[in-house]
C-alpha cells in the first residue's frame, strides 16, 4: 500500500477506484464500502484508494467543537492495508480545499490528481465549500468527467445506523461491547508505558499505565475487562481508567493490571482492547477498601477471560 500525505505528491496515478469519505473509525459501515471498493478495482483491473483527510475537517473550522479520533493514525493505516488498499490519499484539509467549490473539488482532485473511474461514497458523504456537495451532484459530475459513483445506503445494525458518531456515543457512555459489534473490533487505546506511583505494586497488583491522548475519545472513569498487547503477545488483563481519587489528585489516565504477568516493560508500547465496563469509579475509605475491591474486579475479570477463551 502507498499513502499519499500532500496533495501536490499525487501525480501520475493509475486509473483508480476510489472509496470517499473521513472514515475516523472504519466501523462496519466504511468496510462496507472500502471492501466493495476493492472488489471492484480488482475485477476492473485498476488501483484500489481511500481517500481521506490526515486532519478531521472540524480542526480549522472556526467555532465548531473539535472532533476527538476514534482510531490513532497508524491504527488507521494498518487497518487499511489489510483490506486490500492500493492507495491511501491522507491529504491535510486545508482552508484552500475548504473554499472549493463542489465541482472544483471533483475536478481538481478526484479527476486530475486522483485519475478515478469509480467512486464509492455513503449515503451522507459531504464535500466542498460549506459541504454542499452531495452524492447527487457527484453522479452529475461523473456523468461529464465520466466516471461512475456508487452510493452505500445506510449501514443498519440492530434497527440502528452504524456512525463515527453513534460509536463515538457508545464509547463515551462505556457500552464496549455494542461499541465492538457496530467497529466490527473493540475499542482500544494504545500509547507507551510509562512510570506510575507505583502503589499497584504495594498491594500486589502492579499495573502498566499510559497516558491519555488528548486528541482520542476515551471511555469514562471506571474499571474495564480488557485485554493487552506488548512485544506482539495478548495477554488477559483487567483496566482502570481515571483519577485515582483514593489515593490523591492525578490526571486521568489507563492502569492495566496484566494476569500472571510481572515483567519489566516500561518505554514498550502498550494496546488495550477494552472488552467490558464492570463499574464505574469509586472513591473508598482507604487502601485496604481499594485492595479488596481490586481482588473483587481481578476475580470477575479472570472469571470471563476463563469462560471466553
Known amino acids: 500500500m502507498k499513502t499519499f500525505e500532500r496533495l501536490e505528491d499525487i501525480t501520475n496515478i493509475e486509473p483508480t477506484v476510489v472509496a470517499l469519505g473521513n472514515f475516523d473509525g472504519i466501523h462496519k459501515g466504511h468496510q462496507e464500502i472500502i471492501g466493495r471498493s476493492v472488489k471492484e478495482a480488482e475485477a476492473a483491473g485498476l488501483k484500489s484508494a481511500v481517500f481521506t483527510f490526515s486532519n478531521h475537517t472540524s480542526s480549522i473550522l472556526k467555532n465548531v467543537p473539535q472532533v476527538k479520533n476514534i482510531l490513532y493514525p497508524e491504527e488507521k493505516m494498518e487497518i487499511l492495508e489489510s483490506m486490500g488498499v492500493d492507495y491511501v490519499f491522507n491529504i491535510p484539509f486545508t482552508e484552500e480545499i475548504l473554499r472549493m467549490s ?8 478526484l479527476v486530475k490528481r486522483f485519475n ?22 457527484l453522479m452529475h459530475e461523473g456523468l461529464r468527467h465520466g466516471f461512475g459513483i456508487h452510493v452505500q445506503e445506510p449501514y443498519m445494525i440492530d434497527g440502528v445506523v452504524v456512525s463515527s458518531t453513534y460509536i463515538r456515543k457508545l464509547i463515551e457512555e462505556g457500552r464496549m461491547e455494542e461499541c465492538t459489534k457496530f467497529m466490527g473490533r473493540m475499542y482500544a487505546i494504545s500509547g507507551e508505558i510509562v512510570m506510575g506511583n507505583k502503589l499497584g505494586r504495594t498491594i500486589g497488583f502492579p499495573t502498566c499505565n499510559t497516558f491519555v491522548d488528548d486528541t482520542m475519545i476515551t471511555p469514562p472513569n471506571g474499571v474495564y475487562i480488557t485485554t493487552c498487547t506488548i512485544d506482539g503477545i495478548t495477554r488477559p488483563s483487567v483496566t482502570n481508567v481515571g483519577v485515582k481519587p483514593t489515593i490523591g489528585t492525578y490526571e486521568k489516565n489507563i492502569e492495566t493490571h496484566i494476569f500472571d504477568f510481572n515483567e519489566d516493560v ?44
Do not use: M, W
Not at 270 to 290: A, C, P, S
Open 102 to 109: 463542489p465541482e472544483e473539488f471533483i475536478e481538481e482532485i
Open 266 to 309: 516500561y518505554g514498550k508500547k502498550i494496546r488495550v482492547d477494552f472488552i467490558r465496563h464492570t463499574r464505574g469509579e469509586k472513591k473508598f475509605d482507604g487502601l485496604d477498601d481499594l485492595k479488596k475491591q481490586i481482588e473483587s474486579d481481578c476475580i470477575e475479570a479472570r472469571v470471563y477471560h476463563r469462560q471466553n477463551r
Open 116 to 137: 478515478i473511474r469509480e467512486a464509492y461514497c455513503g449515503f451522507n458523504y459531504s464535500f466542498g465549500y460549506k459541504a454542499s456537495g452531495t452524492p447527487e451532484i
